[in-house]
């Protein structure tokens, strides 16, 4: 069970002379259960890697394996792949249209073909997943402070029980609480139900304490695909592409550089902490304190 | 999907054609449709022919790119030349089972057919050679007079390129949103006609929502810049009459004032 | 009394349901006294709905005080003789890069200001040649809007601004759609404004990496400021900007952890440079 992007390159504007070579032979592979940070500049090709993924944009070339079959094969089900993939846009609460709440998360699962009272549940399990209290269910969308918007919209994607969940920046303008709350909700949701989780963003900041594998994408190619720690080793090369590891990352080289024998791959403030404590002379910390 | 509009679109290009001041094209392309129905015999057509062939050469426009504008009106092409061909009265030309050829009728769809071809071409070369940012001026500029009739010209003009400034962004808004609701399973292009229409509410709600969205934060960034209407404003571009243009304007005299003769004397 | 002064500014709305009755007032900004000097680099904190944006709008006199006064270069913004003055002089930019910019060319919405203040035609090139210079966008003058990015067309909306000549300048979150780049890159033409024209710059943000420079901060809370310092005392009260909604930089989060642990490090730590210096003292 997992997706598989095969030499995949896609070109926007073919034939013409401003066509953009927008993803140059990506090969991935996402199994089952991982979280996964997916990482690039504006115009890296990320969003349109993302589209890729529930068949919303054909290849150029290549080919997409979901659970070992093609997706783009005649009679292959675009409509069930796309309740498999999940895929959260960006700012998606600019998609909300109904009169309340509840109706527009019915609205992915109805279009599944589901019955009313189905779909109802799914709604009530999606919402229940994402944080929305029950007051909430009969208001209008539009009602709503920014980040319960945003909530909302991503549980109409999950009443469609995905098996992979992709979330393109989901982020963006909220304010540091918001987005801390956003991605708690979300690493919380990934440890309960298991489902995979894609995380489409420009911070390393953001992602680093989460997720377990990061892919840089620069100029439509894949730059690097492994665990955080590994990733940020190339800092410098990060940053040539327009690209920063986090904060931590430059302090800890600044301290190995300065003398100070610290392992340079703390990647969260709280692993910093750690790794600085053990390495600073005890006795002097002792001795200031008193 | 909706982006691949190329009717008539500014095509850049350095021409005598191009660097003429908007109001000029904007007044010739009125004269020329104009004169395409003043003249009614073939000498006539003639030489709105060749004056559309001279006008099209001096643009320095691919002639492909017209024809890319005649495209989307093929079909009305073909109705208005069907209905003309057989149901015009008169003498008898040829009769096919039911439906009788006249020579009125072959006569009249052929004359249709030239006019709105030419018509077509002559406003795509307009809309060809200049970018809609001045012809909005020129507009303003040419109704000006329509101010002391209580006219808010200045206020259409400005609505008019606000808004050919905000359709490529609304296209692709409607693109993105398009997406996201396929992607929660919405189904745009099956069904009946009521079901397709139904369908578009999941489409239509969200936009508007984003029009409005957008028009207030626009009129409030606007009224930040001081912008207060049509009164006290001067202009970075004003347009100004050149040699070229006065030159411009006794070509198409003298072709209008051919047309006219033509079809008193001839 | 500085550029900008603001006396027990107050702003109410009446919240309506969909009948229109009235549910309540909601207090927006909620008695707020700023003086700010001429030429300061001020920066604006806050979270989402704290009212923050709501008090930049009075600044340039799009909203105006329920109760109290501001004065912007000692204007009343509500003596009606002084609109047009007052917005040319406090510049506003906003958080949207598409819904500010009115031109179909880069030069002509940058000569949009200009042309409603009736500046002559041959000064308005002058100003949006030099304005577009100043945020370092001249090359691109002759560009559509749509093709720009994010970062450009803040540069784009900032440069529109200066052509007004204004002396002081608002922000409001123009960073919040951009990514990191495009953050930075305007980040430094606000800087450059304030550094070297000498504009006063009002900036509205949440990210904290971008206020480390200013020369005074406030933060807003439900309407009204409740922390008011320079960046380093600012950034010294951690877990209260935690409370507000907000965060510090890893580097300040870094020290304020390791000073809880026992370490001796002061607080307040803004760069990586200061905190590799402090703990070298080891």
């Not at chain 2, 426009?61 to 079909?75: D, L, N, Q, S």
């Not at chain 2, 970075?236 to 209008?256: I, N, Q, S, W």
């Not at chain 3, 310092?229 to 989060?253: H, N």
Request: hydrophobic share 45%.
């Amino acid at each position: 069970m997992s997706l598989i992007l095969d030499h995949v390159n896609y070109v926007y504007g073919e034939d013409t002379a401003l066509a953009v070579h927008a993803l140059k032979d990506v090969n991935l592979v996402i199994p089952d259960g991982q979280f996964i940070g997916l990482i690039g500049h504006t115009g890296s090709g990320k969003s349109t890697l993302v589209q890729h993924l529930n068949g919303l944009i054909k290849p150029t070339s290549g080919a997409i394996y979901y659970n070992g079959e093609d997706i783009h094969e005649k009679d292959y089900d675009k409509k069930k792949l796309r309740s498999k993939v999940g895929l959260v846009f960006q700012y998606p609460e600019h998609q909300l249209f109904e009169i309340d709440v509840f109706k527009d998360v019915c609205f992915g699962p109805k279009n599944l073909g589901l019955s009313q009272k189905e779909a109802e549940l799914r709604a009530y399990a999606a919402l229940k997943q994402v944080g929305i209290e029950d007051e909430y269910f009969y208001q209008s969308p539009f009602d709503l402070s920014g980040g319960q918007k945003r909530r909302v919209a991503i549980a109409g994607v999950l009443a469609m029980k995905p098996e992979i969940l992709v979330l393109d920046e989901p982020t963006a303008g909220l304010d540091p609480k918001g987005r801390d709350e956003i991605l708690d909700q979300i690493a919380k949701l990934k440890e309960e139900t298991g489902i995979t989780v894609i995380l489409v963003s420009h911070s390393m900041e953001d992602v680093a304490k989460y997720v377990e594998r990061i892919i840089v994408m620069n100029h439509g190619s894949v730059l690097y695909d492994d665990a955080p720690k590994e990733v940020f080793r190339h800092y410098k090369e990060l940053e040539q592409v327009g690209l920063a590891a986090p904060q931590v990352t430059y302090i800890m080289q600044a301290l190995a550089k300065k003398g100070m024998p610290v392992d340079t791959s703390a990647t969260t403030v709280e692993e910093a902490v750690q790794e600085i404590l053990r390495k600073m002379p005890q006795k002097k910390i002792l001795k200031e304190k008193a | 999907m909706i982006r691949d509009i190329t009717l008539g679109q500014y095509y850049q290009a350095d021409s005598v054609i191009h660097k003429l001041d908007p109001r000029v094209k904007l007044v010739a392309t009125l004269c020329f449709i104009i004169s395409l129905f003043v003249v009614d015999s073939w000498v006539g057509y003639v030489a709105a022919a060749v004056f559309l062939a001279v006008m099209i050469r001096l643009s320095k426009v691919p002639f492909r790119f017209m024809v890319k504008g005649m495209k989307a009106i093929v079909f009305i092409l073909l109705i208005t030349v069907v209905f003309n061909l057989f149901l015009t009265p008169g003498e008898p030309l040829v009769t096919v089972w039911k439906f009788t050829i006249t020579e009125e009728g072959l006569r009249i769809a052929v004359m249709m057919a030239v006019r709105l071809s030419f018509l077509i071409v002559g406003s795509s070369l307009m809309t060809l050679t200049t970018t809609p940012n001045s012809l909005t001026d020129a507009m303003e500029k040419l109704m000006g007079p329509l101010k002391y009739l209580k006219v808010p010209v200045h206020e259409v003009a400005m609505m008019m390129s606000i808004a050919l400034r905000f359709i490529p962004i609304l296209l692709e808004e409607t693109d993105k949103i398009m997406k996201a609701q396929i992607a929660r399973g919405a189904d745009f292009e099956s069904g009946n006609l009521i079901k397709k229409a139904k369908a578009m509410v999941p489409l239509l709600v969200p936009l508007f929502i984003s029009a409005f969205r957008r028009a207030n934060d626009l009129a409030m960034a606007m009224e930040a810049r001081c912008y207060r209407g049509g009164e006290h404003r001067t202009k970075m571009k004003p347009l100004r009459y050149h040699a070229a243009d006065r030159v411009a304007y006794c070509v198409l005299l003298l072709y209008f004032a051919g047309c006219v003769a033509i079809r008193v004397w001839l | 009394m500085g550029i900008i002064k603001t006396d027990k500014l107050t702003f109410e709305y009446i919240r309506r349901d969909e009948e229109g009755n009235v549910e309540g007032i909601t207090c927006a900004v909620d008695e707020v006294d700023l003086d700010i000097k001429q030429g300061d680099f001020i920066a604006i904190l806050g979270h989402n709905g704290s009212g923050k944006s709501t008090l930049a709008k009075h600044i340039n006199a799009i909203l105006y005080p329920t109760e109290g006064t501001v004065w912007v270069d000692g204007m009343d913004t509500q003596e009606e003789k002084h609109l047009w003055d007052i917005r040319q002089e406090a510049g506003m930019v906003f958080q949207n890069p598409d819904n500010q910019i009115i031109g179909q060319v880069v030069e002509e919405d940058v000569g949009f200001g200009p042309e409603n203040m009736g500046v002559p035609t041959k000064e308005i090139w002058e100003r949006v040649e030099e304005s577009l210079k100043a945020v370092g966008m001249y090359e691109y003058r002759k560009h559509s809007p749509n093709k720009l990015s994010g970062g450009q067309k803040q540069r784009v909306s900032i440069a529109g601004v200066i052509a007004m000549h204004p002396k002081c300048i608002i922000l409001d979150e123009p960073t919040a759609m951009l990514d990191p780049n495009g953050r930075k890159e305007v980040i430094r033409a606000v800087r450059a404004l304030n550094d070297v024209e000498g504009i006063t710059v009002v900036l509205i943000t949440h990210y904290m990496e971008e206020i480390i420079h200013a020369d005074m901060v406030y933060v807003m809370d439900q309407g009204h400021i409740a922390m008011e310092g320079t960046p380093r005392e600012i950034f010294s009260r951690v877990d209260e900007l935690k409370e507000l909604r907000l965060d510090v930089p890893q580097v300040t989060l870094l020290a304020h952890e390791l000073r809880k642990k026992g370490v001796n490090l002061p607080e307040g730590i803004l760069t990586i440079e200061e905190f590799v210096e402090q703990c070298l003292l080891f």
